[in-house]
């Protein structure tokens, strides 16, 4: 007789949908969760991924949270202006968005380049939305930004870093 857990994919007998948040249950004897509202998604064991299955799109986890990975600067724009205006909705100003490494080639044209008139030939700072951006450390020096797509410092008094899964949970 097999044990329970090699009889169920590798996140265990029940996830949250990665889109909706809902509780979603995996199939027995295979590497398969159902969402109802979203179909199929296939998790793969050799890499951690969670893939859903029509539009072929990737999940990873960090501390229990599903990031998605994003191949496409549009995508990752939008969830970013997705977020902002969440953080805005509720009595947040973002002072800075801090974008994980591994997108800065590719975000690299989409973003605003700003100078302040005083400081014109000194640097020119990056902006997203009208939001300074700074991109993260190395992926080796700090592991979590090999999934986390980005986070956002808010005002002055409100020292907390908000990650967008954390947004999210308003849905």
């Given at each position: 007789?097999?044990?329970?857990?090699?009889?169920?994919?590798?996140?265990?007998?029940?996830?949250?949908?990665?889109?909706?948040?809902?509780?979603?249950?995996?199939?027995?004897?295979?590497?398969?969760?159902?969402?109802?509202?979203?179909?199929?998604?296939?998790?793969?064991?050799?890499?951690?991924?969670?893939?859903?299955?029509?539009?072929?799109?990737?999940?990873?986890?960090?501390?229990?949270?599903?990031?998605?990975?994003?191949?496409?600067?549009?995508?990752l724009?939008?969830?970013?202006?997705?977020?902002l205006?969440?953080?805005?909705?509720?009595?947040?100003?973002?002072?800075?968005?801090?974008?994980?490494?591994?997108?800065?080639?590719?975000?690299?044209?989409?973003?605003?380049?700003?100078?302040?008139?005083?400081?014109?030939?000194?640097?020119?700072?990056?902006?997203?939305?009208?939001v300074?951006?700074?991109?993260?450390?190395?992926?080796?020096?700090?592991?979590?930004?090999?999934?986390?797509?980005?986070?956002?410092?808010?005002?002055?008094?409100?020292?907390?870093?908000?990650?967008?899964?954390?947004?999210?949970?308003?849905?």
């Amino acid at each position: 007789m097999t044990s329970i857990p090699s009889d169920y994919p590798i996140f265990g007998t029940e996830i949250r949908c990665p889109q909706c948040h809902q509780p979603i249950p995996a199939l027995l004897l295979t590497d398969s969760y159902i969402c109802p509202k979203h179909g199929a998604f296939e998790a793969n064991p050799n890499t951690g991924e969670l893939i859903h299955v029509q539009s072929g799109r990737c999940w990873h986890q960090w501390e229990g949270q599903w990031y998605r990975q994003h191949i496409h600067p549009d995508t990752l724009r939008f969830e970013i202006a997705e977020a902002l205006e969440h953080l805005y909705q509720n009595g947040y100003r973002a002072t800075q968005v801090i974008v994980a490494q591994r997108y800065k080639e590719m975000l690299g044209n989409s973003l605003e380049h700003h100078a302040d008139w005083f400081e014109q030939f000194c640097f020119v700072k990056q902006r997203l939305y009208g939001v300074p951006v700074e991109f993260s450390p190395d992926q080796h020096t700090e592991p979590r930004w090999k999934i986390m797509n980005f986070e956002f410092q808010t005002e002055p008094g409100n020292p907390t870093n908000y990650t967008y899964p954390f947004l999210k949970a308003w849905r």
